[in-house]
């Protein structure tokens, strides 16, 4: 997905360029009909409203969107050096909103699966509460760990919570 809008995010910052450069080439040329000009001005906002469509289109998955009304709330909560969590326990497919603050300071939250990849994330931020939607596809136990330095024990911050295959 992050390629995907990589990609297209690239092809219309070129396409844009490439306008820029004709408007401004025949900004120095004699001036164009009128019939011209439309045509221009039609292109330029057909051109607006596909970068418009296709940045609705892109931004409707990404990971903090709303969740379904029977997805599972997760709170956390951080701090100086620790997270808390008001669950240890996730049932596996079950779509999570995890709602995320902190008490003090900014702080990066990163859920790692059991093999160290970090699966989703999303930012602390004091006096604010962030959502995150996840399903969870595999087992195990996954870390939760600060990616924003945070003081001289940030790398204290870690916790953990099991997702599994059946609710206990
Ligand atoms: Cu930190």
Redesign the pocket.
């Known amino acids: 997905m992050q390629t995907s809008i990589l990609l297209v995010t690239l092809a219309l910052m070129a396409l844009s360029g490439a306008v820029m450069l004709r408007v401004l080439r025949a900004k120095d040329g004699p001036s164009p009909p009128p019939s011209v000009n439309k045509q221009r001005s039609r292109f330029i906002w057909c051109l607006v409203i596909l970068g418009v469509l296709v940045s609705l289109a892109s931004l409707r998955d990404w990971p903090h969107r709303s969740a379904g009304s029977d997805a599972m709330i997760v709170k956390i909560t951080s701090g100086q050096?620790w997270w808390e969590t008001d669950t240890a326990e996730i049932p596996l497919g079950q779509q999570v909103e995890f709602r995320v603050t902190t008490e003090d300071v900014n702080?990066?939250l990163g859920i790692y699966d059991p093999d160290l990849n970090l699966v989703a994330q999303v930012q602390a931020m004091p006096n604010y509460t962030n959502k995150l939607v996840h399903t969870f596809e595999v087992p195990g136990t996954y870390q939760i760990l600060?990616?924003?330095?945070?003081?001289i024990s940030?790398h204290d911050?870690i916790n953990e919570f099991d997702v599994l295959e059946e609710s206990k």
């Open positions: 050096w702080h990066g600060c990616m924003e330095f945070c003081g940030h911050m």
